[in-house]
């Protein structure tokens, strides 16, 4: 329970209050009175419009929801569906054509094309974890993953197995001819890597020499010149480091020593304050400010003990290489840290208005999180985040131009209030709402100085496409939806109005999450899909991930490619318009439904136990065929939206879906039995605060704004910590 303090007519945390007082200001060149008096102002000023967005949010909702159920049983006309939301404000009008002004973008997210890690930040292990995958091991991402069978004796368990080791071996080979490929021969029959005035040499087994097919290739080197410990190369803008030692126990068996190829990785990282995260009180906001503080500062650390041993992580430091001729070749340690904000729609009662009001939460973050990284700005740290003097922020589940514009005002009003230059503060918009996709362009322009990116959240996305169409009839089973017209004009229409907009060069246009963390395989064959879309950036959920799907990018040449597709015809709003709805609710067989069910009800209660019992924020839950699913908040809002439409359609009924979640529930503890910590749901439901969240998910799903999970997740969460403290 929070403890206030008065602070002109706001009521503070204690706690956050001497977080501000005694870490965050200092340095910053604010005081932390001026810090609250700013926020009192920005509070009173701007809360009274983000409760009327919000309030439009519900109002738009309504009227469609009307629409629907006032059309029950009819074919659905497209053209009286398209001028009704012409009508009501859902579709605005396209803008006149415009390019986005941005200035001040770091290379990694104007220049570059790489993969994106997206990281709880209130897991200080995982944040700094996340923070270093800017570069990764390939032969560990390959070893330790099923990105290499275990057939012919390559099994992954137990000690070092030199056959696996062996694939692993090949594989990067390969990687190596196809990304940097020699002049003569390949890179499995080099016996020794070296440089010379020219660049890099090779010598083959046959003693032949020979370089680079492409000497621009090469960048630097480490050690000695004549048998140095690592080759600096390049290709689309990523390097890969070879390390070599012929000592190491991978190198000794190597031809040329190699032991490992370092790949830039993870260029740019999300820290989540967001849907990864569990944070519904000022202890919680605290705990998640800190560690942001913390990457800000370059202070952060996290002690662990990880296979019986003590291990303290820090921050990387920057990469030194040099040139043949003596000069240094600097590289940055660490990924470009972004910091997701909450939305516009929760509030938390870390501070309270005078009336005992909370205020929203989005102001708050936005508020903290660029007082916290004015430690980067000023060059307070050891490390630099941003070298264009930039802080940067995604802002997601904005609905339409005028919530994006609401939170660019927002942004103009920190940087005021804080005394930074104007359009400091960049914005990445998450395109996850549909009133976003389908009004893309007047998005982008309203934050045309500040966009950095724009990215599908396709995960969200879905949720509010059941959400806003709930009464439009019974939707197709979760599983198809990634192959409906819909998602494929939304994810195109992102790219092309990014494009259209100016944004190569500029900033990102991103893709969605990777959501199944060991099957890396998988990610392999198809994650290349989203540089081929156009796309320069992509979000996956570990630095495994990154470093593999980094090489997806040695095998696009993105910026190229992003030439040939602006030529293309633009996505139809028509096609994005489509509902995905089941042709005929009668067609599938009850052992359909009771597996959509089952499988939904799985994946709500596993991450849902999780969440309101441990404040865990982002887990991995098994689906029935038992693959391990990444789960968050916008995972979560499909499910439970997904069981609500049905229930809402006569599909199942109330007493199925309870029975459901009873047998699921057993299921779930079963799968968490070897967790200590773990308080099992079974048998007693019905004092199970986690269950019954669970339950209200889906039973009061048509009610919750926009189908959202974090207002019945926050409730049962200060619920659950009320009961703990008594
Ligand atoms: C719709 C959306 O908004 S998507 C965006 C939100 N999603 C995310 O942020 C995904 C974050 N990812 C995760 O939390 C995890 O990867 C999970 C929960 C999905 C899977 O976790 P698990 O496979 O069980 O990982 P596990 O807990 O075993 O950790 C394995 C190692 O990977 C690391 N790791 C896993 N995910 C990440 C990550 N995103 N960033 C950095 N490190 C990570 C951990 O630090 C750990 O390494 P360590 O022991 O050296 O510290
Ligand atoms: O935030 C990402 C999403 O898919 O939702
Ligand atoms: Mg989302």
Known sequence: MSQYLNSGDLQIDKKLFALIEDEIAPGTGVSSAHFWAELSSIFNDLAPENKMLLAKREELQRLIDDWHKERAGQPHDAQAYTEFLTDIGYLLPEPAPFQVTTQNVDTEIAQQAGAQLVVPVKNARFALNAANARWGSLYDALYGTDAISEQGGAERAGAYNPVRGQK????????????????TQGHELVTQYSVDADGLVVTFKNEEQGRLADATQYIGYKGKAESPSAILLKNNGLHVEIQIDAHHQIGEADPAGVKDLLVEAAITTIMDCEDSIAAVDAEDKVEVYRNWLGLMNGTLSAGFVKNGQKLTRDMAADRLYQTVAGEEVRLQGRSLMFIRNVGHLMTNPAILNANGDEIPEGILDAMVTVLAAMHDLKKLSKFQNSRTGSIYIVKPKMHGPEEVAFAVRLFARVEEALGLADNTIKIGIMDEERRTS?????????????????????????GDEIHTSMFAGAFIPKTKMKTTTWIGAYEDNNVD????????????????????????????????????????????????????HATHYHQVNVFELQNSISQRERAKRSDILTIPLLEDSNSLTAEEIQGELDNNAQGILGYV?????????????????????????ATLRISSQHMCNWLVHGLTNEAQVLETMKRMAAVVDEQNAGDPEYTPMAPNFDSSIAFQAALDLVFKGVEQPSGYTEPLLHQARLNLKASLAK
């Open 497 to 548: 109005a990014g494009l259209a907009a100016g944004l190569s060069g500029k900033a990102q246009i991103g893709k969605g999450m990777w959501a199944m963390p060991d099957e890396m395989a998988a990610m392999l064959e198809q994650k290349i899909a989203h540089p081929k879309s156009g796309a320069t950036t992509a979000w996956v959920p570990s630095p495994n991930g990154a470093t593999l």
């Open 609 to 633: 136990v999780r969440w309101v019992n441990q404040g865990v924020g982002c887990s991995k839950v098994p689906d029935i065929n038992n693959v391990g699913l990444m789960e968050d908040r």
């Open 168 to 183: 692993v071996i090949d594989y990067a080979k390969n990687f190596l001819n196809e990304t940097f490929p020699l002049s």
């Open 438 to 462: 389908l009004n893309l362009s007047a998005c982008i322009k309203a934050a045309s100085e500040r966009v950095v990116f724009i990215n599908t959240g396709f995960l969200d996305r879905t």
